[in-house]
Structure formats: C-alpha cells, structure tokens
C-alpha cells in the first residue's frame, strides 16, 4: 500500500514549457486534490475532482488543468509555465466522510526560470 | 477572505515543555471538521488531529491535544511534553458542508524545539 504518490518529485522547466505531475493513490478514494505551497503560506487549492471523469477550479486554478481519466490518477497540467508557478505542488486524496482526513503525497518541487 | 488564522509565525520551545499553538477559523456552516498537519524539514505533510464542529469532547491523539472553543471559533493544538523530532511547520485546517471535502489553510506555525 504505497497511499499516494507524486511523479516527479523535481522539476525545472523554462518559461513556456509544459509539463504534466501525476499523482496516483492507491487507497480507492472518490475525492483528489491539487494543492499548491508558496513560502510563507498554507496550502492553497488549484483544482479538485470528486470522482472519475469529473474536475472542478479550486482557489487558484488559472495557469492550470487536469484530468481525472482513471479513479485512482489525477494529472495537473502546465501549458506555458510561468516563474509565478514555481511552487511546490501536493496531491491529496480522501474519503467521502466528513471526518476523512486527506492523504497527501510527497510533494513535487517545481522551478520555472 | 481567510478562513482560517495562525498568528504565531513561529516559536520556539524547550524540550520537554508544552506548546500551544493559536488557530481561529470562520465559518457560518454549523458543521465542519477541523485538522491539523505537521510539516517537517523533509515536507511531507503529517496529519495529526481531527476535531469535529458536533464532538463534545477535545480530540486527543497521543501528545497532542485539540482546545475547541467553538463559541471564540478556535481550534489551538496542545503538543505536550515537546521532543526534538516536534520541530515542523504546523497548519491548521478547516472543511466545511458540501466542500466536496476541500481544505482551506492557514499559513502555519513554524516550531523550533530546543535542547
């Protein structure tokens, strides 16, 4: 039972580039997540899916899309990177419950010049 | 506007000693869960404690404790008998009804614990 992973765990990219993370979990959850970490702050939600085939924007979504083609995998994708995307990136993953906690991953640590 | 407040930046504790750590929440849902993490050095994000807007007792896990004070809409984490392996950024969180179990932050408390 790995829980959840994040591919890949670095990464820096130049202005423009794209790249796509992808975070898997293994727990057979409904609901994932895509945070974003920026020194100095909490967490802060880019976007979350809450079951297979459905998206929806979270707090901070522009510059961002995803995927959810399968339960247990959600992609977020860059399409031009941007410096103000440099960030550490974290998936999450939990039950339908209210008192379900989140499970993150390990985090992807993302540098764009 | 932010949901949830950490106003302590950071703190440092000695070993041994107990820590409180401040975390104000808004809400208007009468029902929503509160969470807190661990961070570490390493950055992964550890989850500590869950206490529920309905519980009518304080969580509990091992060391750490949960004060609720549901009138004053706070949340503080109690880390008693502090270890060196405590020293992380610590974050409160809150999920409110039908947030299709998203987390808001705040943004964190960063504890140094000292020999």
């Known amino acids: 039972n790995a829980g959840v992973t994040q591919t890949p765990k670095f990464r820096v990219l130049k202005t423009g580039q794209s790249m796509t993370l992808l975070c898997a979990q293994d727990m057979n959850h409904e609901y994932m997540y895509w945070y974003r970490q920026d020194p100095g702050m909490g967490l802060r939600l880019i976007h979350y899916?809450?079951?297979?085939?459905?998206?929806a924007k979270g707090e901070v979504p522009d510059g961002y899309n995803v995927s959810r083609l399968k339960k247990q995998n959600f992609l977020l994708g860059l399409e031009s990177a941007a410096p103000s995307q440099t960030s550490v990136y974290f998936c999450?993953?939990?039950?339908?419950?209210?008192?379900?906690?989140?499970?993150f991953g390990p985090g992807t640590r993302l540098t764009v010049l | 506007a932010q949901k949830i407040t950490q106003t302590q930046p950071g703190m440092f504790v000695q070993e041994k000693e107990a820590v409180t750590l401040d975390c104000t929440y808004d809400?208007?849902?009468?029902?929503?869960?509160l969470f807190w993490y661990k961070q570490p050095s390493s950055g992964e994000m550890i989850f500590l404690i869950y206490?529920?807007?309905?519980?009518?007792q304080n969580a509990t896990e091992g060391r750490y404790s949960l004060n609720f004070q549901k009138a004053r809409k706070s949340a503080n984490l109690v880390i008693s008998a502090s270890q060196l392996g405590d020293s992380a950024m610590y974050f409160c969180?809150?999920?409110?009804?039908?947030?299709?179990?998203?987390?808001?932050f705040g943004a964190g408390t960063q504890v140094v614990v000292t020999p």
């Open positions: 999450a993953s939990t039950m339908v419950g209210a008192a379900d906690t989140q499970y």
């Open positions: 899916s809450v079951g297979e085939g459905t998206t």
């Open positions: 206490q529920g807007s309905y519980d009518q």
């Open positions: 969180a809150m999920r409110e009804t039908d947030s299709w179990g998203k987390l808001q």
């Open positions: 809400t208007s849902d009468p029902s929503y869960g």
